[in-house]
């Protein structure tokens, strides 16, 4: 009887496993649909004279904010450590005021890829990960 309690926990938590890896994986295909449907422009690099935040939108994919200007940053993995904040990582820079794509890093993550965005796909981007039952 334990061993079949046991077995019916394992599979529940599988399928739970399992549901939350589809939805991140259907997010991350929907930025690289739009990545590709709005041919947005790829940068080699953005200058940053000031301080900047970011909004997540998956693991793999970051809004960049400046004051003036807003960009999608595409990580070469999964960057775990925008969620922990007991593991600050010191960001790797070339140059103080220029961040590179392929080189530099966000949090420890490299960057892979940097897009410019207008304001329009900002608000299109942050609604990605904000359908019924997500986590934001």
């Known amino acids: 009887m334990r061993a079949i309690a ?7 938590l599988a399928a739970c496993a399992g549901q939350e890896s589809r939805e991140v994986n259907e997010e991350e295909q929907a930025v690289r649909d ?7 422009a790829e940068l080699n690099q953005i200058r940053v004279r000031d301080s900047a935040g970011w909004d997540k939108i998956t693991g793999k994919f970051i809004i960049y904010n400046t004051r003036r200007e807003s960009f999608l940053f595409v990580f070469a993995r999964n960057c775990h450590e925008l969620d922990d904040n007991t593991n600050v990582v010191a960001d790797v820079r070339h140059s103080p005021n220029i961040i590179n794509a392929r080189f530099d890093t966000l949090r420890g993550c490299r960057i892979d890829r940097i897009y410019a965005l207008t304001e329009a796909e900002v608000a299109e981007l942050l609604q990605i990960g904000e359908g019924p039952g997500s986590r934001n």
């Not at 046991?6 to 529940?12: P, R, T, Y």
């Not at 739009?34 to 947005?40: N, Q």
């Open 6 to 12: 046991l077995c019916m926990a394992v599979i529940g």
């Open 34 to 40: 739009f990545i590709e449907v709005r041919g947005l």
